[in-house]
Structures are given as C-alpha cells and as structure tokens.
C-alpha cells in the first residue's frame, strides 16, 4: 500500500507567482489534511477535508490561500500570488476515518525568490 | 484542545532505553494521548496513542499515569535511526470532526549517540 504522495517535493516559485501544492492520499483514506512548517518553527495545521468539503479551514491565511479535495484526484492546496513569507515546509495527511492516526507525506518544500 | 509540555531536547546512548516525558496536567477524560515523530527533513509519523492503559507496539511503550496527568514515551532500544523530534497530542476522542486537526508542540528533539 503506496503511502501518501505529494508533488513537486520541491518547488521554486518569484514573488507573485501561483504556487499548486498535490496531495494523492492513501488508499481508502478520504479524510485529508494540510500542514505548514515555517523555517525554524513548529508545524502549524492549516485545513481538514473530506471528498469534496471543507471541514475545518481554522488554520489558513484568509487570502491567497485555498485548498480542495474533489471527487476524483489528489487533494490541492494552491497560494496565489505568493511572497517570500510562503517559504515553507507543507506537508499533507491523510487518514481512515475521524479518530484515525494520521499518514503524512514527505512534504513539498516551498521556496519563494 | 489541551496543552502538553515536553522537555526541548534529551540525549542518549545507542542500544539504551530512553524515557520522554510528556505532562498535560489539564487532560479531559476523553483526549487521547498520541506521539509523533519527526526524522528530519521527513514529514511527522505517528508513533503510538492509548487513553488510559499502557500500551505497547512494535515501534514503542506508552506509559501513562494513573491520574492521567503525565505519561511516557519508552523507545526499548535506541537506534540511530530513532534521533528525530518527538511530539506528544492530546486529540479529544468525542468533539467531533472539527478537532481532528493535530495540534503540534515544540516536542522533544532527540539526539542518539553512537
């Protein structure tokens, strides 16, 4: 059983540019989450979604930020425009079920010129 | 979601036990202890979680204390392998789908010496 996947694992991106984060979870999870770790900081969690449906977007940054799970296909979180504070360590999370442990990724680092 | 403490680093030897304490004074009856770790440049991995009872896999033990106020992470044998930063989390088991997220600490960061 493939673990959780995400591409790019690396990607550069210049000021304003938009940044397409992918996340395929594992299969037979559909819960999946989306997680960001700031340079030399703790990992910080950003949005929860089941297939098709935002559930808890508590933790992302009310613009440029958006994140979708549709029914086909991987899980994106897309940062438009981005800036060089966008630099950062995303990792995404897949699991079973509501109470189940959580799968993470390798992440895809972001770097932003 | 109830906060943990944790040490910010600690040290061991190769081939020995180690013991990472996690205190959460302010647990409610129903959150779940869970560890994570983190190797580095890795993404976290769940470790282990119990609620009340010891709990043992095959990565590690989980002790928790009677009061349910403190518990411990026990790695058998340390390997090299084994140096990462460690995460103890409380998740409250009944809240519902909004607390699912996993809210990370500064953790414990482990160095294993050879």
């Known amino acids: 059983n493939a673990g959780v996947m995400q591409n790019p694992r690396h990607l550069v991106r210049r000021r304003g540019q938009e940044a397409r984060l992918r996340c395929s979870p594992m299969?037979?999870?559909?819960?999946v989450y989306w997680y960001r770790q700031l340079p030399e900081e703790g990992l910080k969690f950003m949005v929860y979604?089941?297939?098709?449906?935002?559930?808890?977007e508590s933790g992302m940054p009310k613009e440029r930020f958006s994140a979708e799970f549709p029914k086909e296909g991987p899980s994106i979180l897309r940062i438009q425009q981005v800036v060089r504070g966008d630099s950062a360590a995303y990792f995404c999370?897949?699991?079973?079920?509501?109470?189940?442990?959580?799968?993470f990724g390798p992440g895809t680092r972001l770097t932003v010129l | 979601d109830a906060k943990t403490t944790q040490p910010n680093s600690m040290e061991s030897n190769e081939e020995e036990p180690v013991h990472l304490p996690c205190n959460h004074s302010?647990?409610?009856?129903?959150?779940?202890i869970h560890w994570y770790r983190q190797l580095p440049s890795q993404g976290p991995e769940y470790v282990i979680h119990?609620?009340?009872s010891n709990v043992n896999n095959r990565m590690a033990s989980l002790a928790i204390a009677e009061d349910r106020k403190s518990s411990t992470l026990i790695l058998h044998r340390a390997t090299l392998r084994d140096a990462a930063v460690y995460y103890c989390i409380l998740r409250d088991a009944v809240s519902g789908g909004a607390t699912n997220k996993l809210i990370f600490g500064t953790g414990t960061l482990l160095a294993v010496q050879p």
């Open positions: 119990g609620l009340t």
């Open positions: 999370a897949s699991s079973r079920g509501s109470y189940n442990e959580q799968f």
């Open positions: 979604l089941q297939k098709e449906n935002i559930i808890d």
């Open positions: 299969k037979g999870h559909s819960h």
């Open positions: 302010t647990i409610s009856g129903t959150d779940y």
